[in-house]
T-cell receptor, first 107, second 117 residues
Framework: DAKTTQPNSMESNEEEPVHLPCNHS???????IHWYRQLPSQGPEYVIH???SNVNNRMASLAIAEDRKSSTLILHRATLRDAAVYYC????????FGAGTILRVKS | GAVVSQHPSRVICKSGTSVKIECRSL??????MFWYRQFPKQSLMLMAT?????????EQGVEKDKFLINHASLTLSTLTVTSAHPEDSSFYIC?????????????FGSGTQLSVL
């Protein structure tokens, strides 16, 4: 399974943008980059995914490096409800989760 | 959006008994379902992949005789923890996708907290 590396934790102020990085230097050409987030005692929630081009949806944006060895999840205006563990996963037939990044949002 | 319902949300059982957890896709047909377990303050660990009508594929180190998975229909998969012991206490989460392709997103259930006494 291709591995991802994320910072253990990050902190943001409410209403400010957040950039969550993910390194995936061993990504293969067919691996999609998926982001999910998990609130305490809940199942994960889909955030966004992409292959090569940057992607935007109502939750977030995904910026993918040209060599695809890294990506960044962008939350444009963090709210307290965005506090969660964010997982960057390389998608294939199976989605294997790494350790993720704990995002704390300060009011 | 697509909804995955997982039941029960919490179960307490005695050591040696079996527990069944259900995972249903409410508004879509799930050709593939996944089962994960999660210990406190840890990430999700993939246990097995099940495709409708086929035997589940278990991850290395997961005992298939202990964690029985059935995916008999396109909307229902079950995980049975047989002869449960305290070390099986964990948060179990199911997920489903409409098609078994890498770009398809997963929809997750809300999880089942299993406590074995």
């Amino acid at each position: 399974d291709a591995k991802t590396t994320q910072p253990n934790s990050m902190e943001s102020n409410e209403e400010e943008p957040v950039h969550l990085p993910c390194n995936h230097s061993t990504i293969s050409g067919t691996d999609y980059i998926h982001w999910y987030r998990q609130l305490p005692s809940q199942g994960p929630e889909y955030v966004i995914h992409g292959l090569t081009s940057n992607v935007n949806n109502r939750m977030a944006s995904l910026a993918i490096a040209e060599d695809r060895k890294s990506s960044t999840l962008i939350l444009h205006r963090a709210t307290l409800r965005d506090a969660a563990v964010y997982y960057c996963i390389l998608g294939a037939a199976r989605l294997v989760f790494g350790a993720g990044t704990i995002l704390r949002v300060k009011s | 959006g697509a909804v995955v319902s997982q039941h029960p949300s919490r179960v307490i059982c005695k050591s040696g008994t079996s527990v069944k957890i259900e995972c249903r896709s409410l508004d879509f047909q799930a050709t593939t379902m996944f089962w994960y377990r999660q210990f406190p303050k840890q990430s999700l660990m993939l246990m097995a992949t099940s495709n409708e009508g086929s035997k589940a594929t278990y991850e290395q180190g997961v005992e298939k005789d202990k964690f029985l998975i059935n995916h008999a229909s396109l909307t229902l998969s079950t995980l049975t923890v047989t002869s449960a012991h305290p070390e099986d206490s964990s948060f179990y989460i199911c997920s489903a996708r409409t098609r078994p392709w890498a770009f398809e997103k997963l929809f997750f259930g809300s999880g089942t907290q299993l406590s074995v006494l």
